[in-house]
């Protein structure tokens, strides 16, 4: 009769009962260990260079919400309430907070990324962070990201909010093209919205306007004002042209500065949205070298893609001499 039971069976659900009983017993070992210790230190951890909230405010918020940490029972500190808290402020993306049985409790926070400052048209400032929300200017710090005004409607309640407008949306799309690309990073400095709603783009080298229109075929836009750059620029000079037009895909279309018949010089105009432009040698520097650095990659790809054809061309070539 024994000899017919399945023990393995048997043997795995006693051990499965037995591991079951064992975290029972640690937790309840740990729960009891929380009971009696106590908080002895609060660190406090905010990476990133941005300075929107410093270590005393987050202090702030910790004693309005819990009051004084140090010294009180881990059991008796609501550690979810503190992290609910600290995400409250609007500066702040997201928190993690936990405690270790030495009674040390941990905190990280996230500071929100902002990639663009809006200026709307009733004269409201805020910025539009990484991740396409809205969130208030600082007292403290001051951001160095783009910065966009003209004929703006996105409305700013002053909590951090979603977008409304295809217009914002398209501003945030443009933003986060500038920033993640290293030539445009260094060559635009302002977006301004015309009365016809379209995206204009202020450079630091050279005194036009570059036409966007709106975010719409961005990618390619934006790889053929590169290739407008790289082709036209270094041999018409960077203050040819008043406007470079890429709105349409696929299409530029400039418009020429006026040159002053007496000296020969073109006649600077006020570039919109009360812009002073400054001259930047290091900008300038940066911009010719990107452009320098894709014309020599372009050849070297071109130069390796010809010499692989002439090799195949030669090797097809000896094949039908031995024929």
């Avoid at 951890?45 to 702030?60: M, T």
Wanted: a positive charge; glycine letters at 4%.
């Amino acid at each position: 009769m024994l000899k017919r039971i399945n023990w393995r069976p048997v043997f795995k659900c006693f051990a499965w009962i037995v591991c079951l009983a064992g975290i029972v017993v640690l937790m309840s070992f740990v729960d009891a260990k929380k009971k009696t210790v106590v908080c002895t230190k609060v660190k406090i951890l905010i990476p990133g260079a941005d300075n929107f909230i410093e270590r005393e405010e987050v202090d702030a918020i910790l004693k309005h919400s819990q009051g004084s940490l140090v010294g009180r029972n881990l059991a008796a500190i609501n550690l979810q309430h503190i992290e609910k808290s600290l995400i409250e402020n609007p500066y702040i993306a997201s928190a993690t907070v936990f405690a270790d049985m030495n009674g040390v409790i941990q905190i990280e926070v996230k500071q929100r990324q902002p990639v663009l400052r809006v200026i709307n048209s009733a004269g409201q400032d805020y910025y539009i962070d990484s991740n396409g929300l809205k969130m208030p200017v600082s007292p403290n710090f001051t951001a160095n990201v783009l910065a966009a005004n003209g004929s703006i409607m996105e409305h700013f309640s002053g909590k951090v909010d979603t977008l409304i407008t295809k217009l914002a949306v398209d501003l945030y799309k443009v933003a986060l093209y500038v920033k993640k690309d290293t030539l445009w990073d260094a060559q635009i400095e302002q977006l301004f919205v015309d009365n016809a709603k379209d995206i204009e783009m202020i450079p630091r080298l050279g005194n036009q306007r570059i036409i966007l229109g709106s975010a719409d075929s961005l990618e390619t836009k934006m790889r053929n004002l590169r290739a407008f750059y790289k082709k036209a620029m270094p041999k018409v000079g960077w203050n040819t042209y008043k406007t470079i037009n890429v709105k349409y895909t696929n299409q530029i279309v400039c418009e020429k500065n006026k040159i002053d018949s007496l000296t020969g010089e073109v006649i600077k105009e006020s570039v919109p949205g009360n812009k002073v432009k400054q001259e930047n040698k290091t900008v300038d520097s940066v911009v010719r070298r990107e452009i320098e650095m894709d014309i020599a990659a372009e050849q070297q790809t071109a130069g390796s893609t010809g010499a692989a054809n002439n090799k195949k061309q030669k090797v097809k070539t000896d094949t039908r001499k031995n024929n």
